[in-house]
């Protein structure tokens, strides 16, 4: 099980903002539904000239847009845009499979694009990948320190601390201990953390998971009341005894 995504938001709370301009009506509405779902707030437009008017009415966040388009193709939409120095993050949908025209999608001012036919997972990892790169973000602010009761990791600075006490953590504990405090209460199998720590192909045994957890709890527990807890059977979890 993968980790469940941290939700997005704008820095005022309010839900971030995504157009799908495509003129198939079942894949626009398959990704509006897909988006609410991320919690965003979304507008579907089936044509260019739609979509450039719903640019200017609703003021998107992130912009999915269709290449092939009848009247006023994406390309031209995106081109308006950038001319406009309008700078909003542009995905490319397109059916074509023709490098030239990735190419032209990207030196037009596109951002990202992907091919027809698409999952939709990739998608929302694509939109959500510009939005953080391209949006001032609650998470974009706040991502980078994760919590639990008083133990904090800074993932930017590479620094963790319990209370008032610095702990210095090699690489591997750090991404462990990282990926313990992103999933706070989870219980996560040693599968799972050999996966996302460790990687797919990692050929090592499990009882490597073991050992990093007990290297963890003498740098981390020893310096208050425990956080690493052992779920026999299943795995382990970081959170505060009640």
């Known amino acids: 099980m993968s980790p469940v995504a941290t939700p997005l938001s704008r820095p005022d709370g ?3 903002r995504a157009l799908v301009a495509d003129d198939e009506e079942y894949l626009a509405d398959l990704l509006r539904m897909t ?3 991320e919690g965003w707030e979304v507008r579907v437009a089936a044509t260019g000239r739609q979509a450039l008017d719903a640019i200017h009415e609703f003021s998107p966040d992130i912009i999915v847009l269709d290449i092939m388009m ?3 193709d994406g390309m031209t939409v995106l081109k308006r845009l950038r001319e406009a120095k309008d700078d909003t993050p542009v995905l490319f949908l397109t059916a074509k499979d023709d490098l030239d025209d990735r190419i032209a999608g990207i030196a037009e001012g596109g951002d990202d694009y992907v091919t027809k036919p698409f999952s939709l997972e990739e998608v929302v990892v694509r939109l959500r990948a510009l939005v953080r790169r391209h949006v001032k973000t609650v998470v974009e602010e706040e991502a980078h320190v994760l ?3 008083d133990l904090e990791l800074n993932e930017d600075t590479y620094e963790v601390f319990r209370g008032d006490e610095r ?3 090699t690489s591997t504990e750090f991404d462990l201990l990282r990926y313990l405090m992103k999933n706070p209460r989870h219980v996560l199998s040693k599968s799972q953390i050999l996966d996302e720590v460790w990687g797919y192909d990692f050929g090592g045994k499990s009882s490597i998971v073991e050992l990093y957890i007990s290297y963890l709890r003498k740098k981390i527990d020893s310096r208050g009341g425990p956080l690493i807890h052992t779920v026999r059977g299943v795995g382990y979890t970081i959170r505060e005894e009640a």
């Open 35 to 37: 988006l609410r779902a």
């Open 14 to 16: 309010s839900p971030i």
């Open 167 to 169: 702990i210095t953590l």
């Open 70 to 72: 009848p009247g006023m």
């Open 147 to 149: 919590r639990v009761a």
